[in-house]
Nanobody, 128 residues
Framework: QVQLAESGGGLVQAGASLRLSCTRS????????LAWFRQAPGKEREFVAS????????YYADSVKGRFTISRDNAQRTLFLQMNSLKPEDTAVYYC?????????????????????WGQGTQVTVSS
């Protein structure tokens, strides 16, 4: 089964930047989307960003547009999330995920139900 491992989280002050990484390993057969989700304490998991594996486009939650950037390496082994101008409301556990099916539709690409494989998460804490 595909394995995903996030890293790069930490404790920072508002306005700081972090770059999260998600390394994909194991036997990977999926050709779907790559995505980031997050979950704050006491809240439901929410969509952050996604992209088809071919990198043809990107999708972002309105709350992070202009501040976060999703990208991947050219070998498609590592997924990144560059987070700038962090706010306290960005505090959450961040998860990377992959889907079995590729999505070129923002609605489908932003649904957690679309993703079959998930990492263990990395904590991001932003102090005010």
């Amino acid at each position: 089964q595909v394995q995903l491992a996030e890293s790069g989280g930490g404790l920072v002050q508002a306005g700081a930047s972090l770059r999260l990484s998600c390394t994909r390993s194991g036997r990977i057969f999926e050709n779907g989307n790559l995505a980031w989700f997050r979950q704050a304490p006491g809240k439901e998991r929410e969509f952050v960003a996604s992209m088809p594996r071919d990198g043809s486009t990107t999708y972002y939650a309105d709350s992070v547009k202009g501040r976060f950037t999703i990208s991947r390496d050219n070998a498609q082994r590592t997924l990144f999330l560059q987070m700038n101008s962090l706010k306290p409301e960005d505090t959450a556990v961040y998860y990377c995920a992959t889907s079995r099916t590729i999505y070129y539709n923002s609605q489908l690409a932003s649904r957690d139900q679309s993703y079959a494989f998930w990492g263990q998460g990395t904590q991001v804490t932003v102090s005010s």
